[in-house]
């Protein structure tokens, strides 16, 4: 979806341009060496262990994205963060951002770019899923490419999936349902769920329990 971010369940946003403010624009100029950095390494180490299974996103409609959104929330949470450029590009926008991510190796290297590029973003390695969180194929899990051995990463950072008002992913194309329904049963309530794929661009949804309001 060039341009734009794929709206679901009719909440429609402004069109994504290129028209940022003065701040926006020297942000992204001042983040480009960030994006640089982040596919050079990708291209050195993708056969090395940790690389396995990262997939570089496209970090420019990420970031006109997390700028559109500004002001709609304030905490953010990148479930598998691999190098931590968007959790970095979040924290730098304002959010409080953290990450997720199950490579410790991956983990090492986000906390150096994040020092690298003044972020105050903070990372924990483990499981994004969290614990509470039965897998059903029967609600259209039908398959998981996401690891699940690990121990869920949320008490490493004193946090729930629940205290964040907006969280990111790039989910396996099989795995678009499995991760909303984690979202609808265990995240905040009415919180924003963006996500990347390749073939689908970005598209953002509200998928938090129901509020009881």
Known sequence: ????????????????????DGSEQSLRIELQPLWDEADNLWERSQTADGFHAYV??????????????????????????????????ASRLGFEA?????????????????ER???????????????????????????VRTALHSAAAYERMGRKLSDFDLVYAYPWPEEHQLYQNVMRECGRP??????YDVLRGMELHRCGRPSTR
């Open 98 to 114: 953290y990450g997720i991510e199950n490579e410790p190796e991956l983990v090492d290297h986000a906390y150096t770019f994040g």
């Open 117 to 143: 590029y003044a972020s105050a973003a903070r990372f924990a390695c483990g499981n994004f899923f969290p614990s509470e969180f039965e897998w059903n194929p029967g609600k259209g899990e039908t398959e």
């Open 56 to 89: 570089s996103a496209d970090y420019d409609a990420v970031f006109r994205s997390l700028v559109q959104l500004r002001g709609q929330a304030v905490t953010f949470l990148e479930w598998g963060s691999g190098l931590g450029v968007v959790t970095i590009m």
């Open 1 to 20: 979806m060039d341009g734009e971010i794929g709206m679901k369940n009719g909440w429609p946003l402004q069109a994504l341009n290129d028209d940022y």
């Open 190 to 195: 009415n919180s924003l769920f963006l996500t």
